[in-house]
């Protein structure tokens, strides 16, 4: 099962290891620090713990996206947020350009989308 997972993972090492000597600690720790013949300093978890900081990793990186695209529509005074995300995200899967500029780009394709605030003319 361990190799299973490993390739799941797409190891580039799988190490097996038959002889361990442990200098501090306990075995049983869901984290381990290994030093390595050269002295390079390692860590060790265990794949559920892997897993799990696997997880929060993926659900923090798109809380940051969505809130990037949330300030950098709303910075374009949209008349509906939830059409104008929509465009947006169907941008973005076509074009490796930052948010702001697909927002903006956006924004010259559908005028529609957004209020015209032509300050020159409020004052």
Excluded at 26 to 51: F, G, M, Q, S
């Amino acid at each position: 099962m361990a190799r299973e997972t490993a390739k799941k993972l797409e190891a580039k090492a799988v190490v097996k290891c038959k002889d361990l000597e442990v200098i501090d600690g306990d075995l049983n720790a869901p984290l381990w620090v290994l030093i390595t013949p050269d002295e390079k300093l390692k860590v060790v978890l265990d794949i559920e713990e892997y897993t799990a900081m696997m997880e929060m990793l993926k659900k923090t990186m798109k809380e940051n996206i969505d809130l990037k695209l949330e300030k950098a529509i709303l910075s374009e005074f949209p008349i509906d947020y939830d059409d104008v995300k929509a465009v947006v995200l169907e941008e973005m899967k076509k074009s490796d350009e930052s948010i702001n500029e697909i927002v903006k780009k956006v924004k010259l394709q559908h005028p529609n989308l957004f209020y015209n605030l032509d300050i020159d003319k409020i004052i």
